[in-house]
């Protein structure tokens, strides 16, 4: 049974950090691209950082300088620092698994991220 589960959301003021984990299991997670995607009220899901299997990165337009992905494979966890959080970043994050020559993906529930002041 494959299982994505994500921590570390919560309530920030604008400025401040947050750490998002999402751990693995069920998943060889050293061969899956990782993702983390966010979702705010009223608007779809977003692609907001990937790491590699070779650990190269991306981030959207939006969040580069202030987030950074990064996977640790032996604990089967990828995580997602986020710093000088504004209230655009306020979302449910998703962390996602992707392997797609393979067409399988996987998804965690989501941690709700709120940016407020």
């Known amino acids: 049974q494959v299982q994505l589960v994500e921590s570390g959301g919560g309530l920030v003021q604008p400025g401040g950090s947050l750490s998002l984990s999402c751990e693995a299991s069920g998943i060889a997670f050293s061969v899956y691209t990782m993702n983390w995607y966010r979702q705010a009220p009223g608007k779809q899901r977003e692609l907001v950082a990937t790491?590699?299997?070779?650990?190269?990165?991306n981030y959207a337009d939006s969040v580069k300088g202030r987030f950074t992905i990064s996977r640790d494979n032996a604990k089967n966890t990828v995580y997602l620092q986020m710093n000088s959080l504004n209230l655009e970043d306020t979302a449910v994050y998703y962390c996602n698994a992707d392997w797609s020559a393979l067409r399988r993906s996987y998804w965690g529930q989501g941690t709700q991220v709120t940016v407020s002041s």
């Open positions: 790491i590699t299997t070779n650990r190269r990165t």
